[in-house]
């Protein structure tokens, strides 16, 4: 189990500072977010957040991992701050 907590914040703390980088750039979102890139010219806003959050259910849905409200509070100010 402490392994798979460890992955789990690993993952939450990614999502955390790819949001806070966003933040900090003080970005248009008037923009569309499929269009915008922050980091790369590769992938846009959204398939940034997408990927992650995708990757946090594909881990939950092939492990026994059950995230915790605490966990699930990080991911709901990450995405709407």
């Known amino acids: 189990?402490?392994?798979?907590?460890?992955?789990?914040?690993?993952?939450?703390?990614?999502?955390?500072?790819?949001?806070?980088?966003?933040?900090?750039?003080e970005i248009d979102f008037k923009v569309d977010r499929r269009k915008l890139h922050v980091l790369s010219n590769k992938y846009s806003h959204a398939e940034e957040i997408e990927e992650r959050l995708q990757f946090l259910k594909y881990y939950a849905s092939i492990s026994d991992y059950q995230f915790r409200k605490v966990q699930l509070r990080v991911i709901y100010d990450s995405l709407s701050n």
């Open 1 to 25: 189990m402490s392994n798979q907590l460890h992955i789990v914040e690993i993952l939450l703390e990614n999502l955390t500072n790819y949001c806070r980088i966003v933040r900090e750039a």
